[in-house]
């Protein structure tokens, strides 16, 4: 991740300057940081999306799955982009920067946010759990396939993990999976994938 920007910027500036290059950016504590996810990352998004968008047909769901979507937690200085999102259709008629912006401000809009973990572990183990958490985003997986997480985080040894927090009386409460452990879902109980299809894994 590269910082592009010094001077710290609140959310309504970091929409207003987002660069119109292409790229994807977040901001992370007043400061607009590139996001630029390796070839294993986004494989791993792919295979996620392909699979959660086949769930949401085949169930008939008003859900869908956003190429992009930022979601502004309570923090002025903060903003992200997950790397997949589930956003509930019935609920963004009362997202005031949905039609604008693409911006979510209501954990009640999405179902399931996730982030496939790079370089920069520490904002998806720490500061986006607990922002996802605040503004009560039901799911939050952390898909961390090259075992980057601290040993707090995913144990040791430390190997490939997929975290999902299930939001139970407004706090997270997790579950881990490894290798060929069936990964539970509260919002999509009847996905049959194992941490390493998740993870792709062969």
Same mark, same amino acid.
């Given at each position: 991740m590269v ?6 910027l609140t959310?309504?500036?970091?929409? *207003?300057?987002?660069?119109e290059?292409?790229r994807?950016?977040?901001l992370i #504590?007043g400061?607009? @940081?590139e996001?630029?996810? @390796?070839g294993d990352?986004?494989e791993i998004?792919g %295979? ?5 968008d086949r ?13 992009s979507c930022?979601? &502004?937690p309570e ?6 982009v997950?790397d997949?999102i589930v956003? #509930?259709?019935? +609920?963004?008629t009362?997202?005031p %920067? ?7 401000t209501?954990? +009640?809009? $999405?179902?399931l ?12 183990y720490a &500061? &986006? !759990? *607990?922002d996802?958490? $605040? %503004?009560?985003?039901? *799911?939050?997986w952390i898909?961390?396939?090259r $075992?980057l997480g601290g &040993? ?6 430390k +190997?490939p993990?997929?975290g999902?927090?299930?939001l139970v #009386?407004r706090e997270?409460? !997790?579950?881990q999976?490894?290798d060929?452990?069936v990964?539970?879902s509260?919002v ?7 941490a390493?299809?998740?993870l792709?894994? $062969?």
């Open positions: 910082q592009s920007i010094s001077r710290l959310f309504a500036e970091f929409l *207003e300057q987002y660069p290059d292409g994807r950016y977040e #504590d400061e607009i @940081v996001v630029r996810p @390796v990352h986004e998004i %295979l996620v999306t392909r699979r959660l769930e949401i047909e085949r169930l008939s769901l008003p859900w869908f799955i956003p190429k930022c979601v &502004k923090s002025e200085l903060n903003g992200y997950p997949t956003l #509930d259709r019935l +609920q963004l009362s997202e %920067l949905w039609k604008s912006a693409s911006t979510i209501n954990g +009640q809009s $999405a179902k946010v996730i982030e496939v973990v790079s370089t920069n572990w520490q904002d998806d &500061k &986006k !759990l *607990e996802y958490e $605040a %503004l009560g985003i039901p *799911e939050y898909l961390d396939y $075992a &040993k707090r985080y995913i144990g040791f040894p +190997q993990t997929v999902v927090y299930t #009386d997270y409460q !997790l579950v999976f490894r060929r452990e990964v539970r509260h999509f109980p009847e996905l049959n994938l194992t390493n299809q998740l792709n894994i $062969a």
